[in-house]
């Protein structure tokens, strides 16, 4: 079977990379139908001889390579991100939405939450991982001390919820706050807090293997790589959205104060040890062979449908 990958990039040419190299029975090619118009002449070109078309992203309004797709009576998957729910649910309300893919695509999503999202606004779709991640080096070792980091996208400090973290630099002052994105140019400053602005992935994995609290508060999310990196790292990760493993709060300084008080409590009584039921949930389910292989049953099921 012939599949053909569309939508985000990097992540579009990474997932095409893997499922080349763990299934020797599909064949799968990666277009970027957005932005790249020899890719596009590339997609019309095999379109007729593949079997399916995985979309990396739920496609509420109109597609040149989806309505391709249809023409050819060609099987489709779309795969549900965080912003592609926001405009979907946009839509819905404005009642602009186009029903076309919908109706004839299988809908997946690897967050829980993002499905009781599409559910309200009429769209079924099935909770299918299809990021994986590996645990850090050294994770048997507990934290040197009690440090937290967050990504703070530098111009959307709003978004990622700044102002809700900044009263826990002035109230945990024996914690230091590593703040990655932003360069905090127009915020306060507090000793223990690091606005570092954009850094390579080398750093980020130092500053991450070494915190042992992760925050993540925006106003809307996907499921974040950076979720599954800090529990697989054995972090306590305190997350706005509901998902196993982590301590689920709602987006307001008191309610993360009283959380975040009562993690530093729970990691110094534990002198500092990584979560290890963190680390073990990652190996269960979001370990590379098993999501792979889940995945590739996924397309053969589509793929084999009449």
């Given at each position: 079977m012939r599949v053909i990958i569309t939508g985000l990039p990097l992540f579009g040419k990474m997932l095409c990379k893997?499922?080349?190299n763990f299934d020797s029975k599909n064949q799968y090619y990666f277009y970027n139908t957005y932005y790249s118009?020899?890719?596009?002449?590339?997609?019309?070109?095999?379109?007729?001889f593949c079997d399916l078309v995985i979309s990396l992203n739920g496609v509420t309004d109109k597609s040149g390579s989806l309505n391709w797709a249809i023409k050819w009576r060609?099987?489709?998957?779309?795969?549900?991100?965080?912003?592609?729910?926001?405009?979907?649910?946009?839509?819905?309300?404005?009642?602009?939405?186009?029903?076309?893919?919908?109706?004839?695509?299988?809908?997946?999503?690897?967050?829980?939450?993002?499905?009781?999202?599409?559910?309200?606004?009429?769209i079924n779709a099935d909770l299918l991982y299809f990021k994986h991640i590996q645990p850090f080096d050294k994770i048997e070792e507990p934290f040197r001390s009690i440090s937290a980091y967050s990504y703070i996208a530098n111009g959307r400090e709003d978004f990622y919820g700044l102002n809700i973290l900044l009263p826990l630099f002035e109230q945990f002052k024996d914690v230091h706050?590593?703040?990655?994105?932003?360069?905090?140019?127009?915020?306060?400053?507090?000793s223990n807090a690091t606005y570092y602005g954009w850094i390579n992935a080398?750093?980020?994995?130092?500053?991450?293997?070494?915190?042992?609290?992760?925050?993540?508060?925006?106003?809307?999310?996907g499921y974040s790589k950076s979720i599954q990196e800090a529990l697989a790292n054995g972090s306590e990760v305190i997350w706005n959205m509901e998902h196993p493993q982590c301590h689920l709060v709602t987006r307001d300084s008191k309610s993360v104060r009283e959380l975040?008080?009562?993690?530093?409590?729970?990691?110094?009584?534990?002198?500092?040890?990584?979560?290890?039921?963190?680390?073990?949930?990652?190996?269960?389910?979001?370990?590379?062979d098993k999501v792979l292989a889940n995945f590739i049953s996924t397309i053969n099921k589509i793929g084999s449908k009449s």
């Open positions: 893997d499922l080349n118009w020899v890719d596009k002449i590339r997609f019309a070109i095999m379109l007729p060609k099987k489709i998957m779309m795969l549900w991100q965080g912003t592609d729910v926001l405009l979907a649910t946009e839509r819905y309300n404005n009642k602009t939405i186009l029903n076309t893919y919908l109706d004839y695509a299988s809908q997946f999503s690897d967050s829980e939450q993002l499905i009781k999202e599409l559910n309200q606004i009429g706050f590593h703040i990655i994105g932003t360069e905090g140019k127009t915020f306060p400053n507090f080398r750093k980020y994995q130092e500053i991450a293997q070494e915190s042992a609290v992760f925050i993540r508060l925006t106003e809307h999310d975040f008080s009562k993690i530093t409590q729970e990691l110094t009584l534990r002198n500092n040890a990584r979560n290890s039921n963190n680390i073990s949930w990652v190996k269960q389910n979001l370990n590379k």
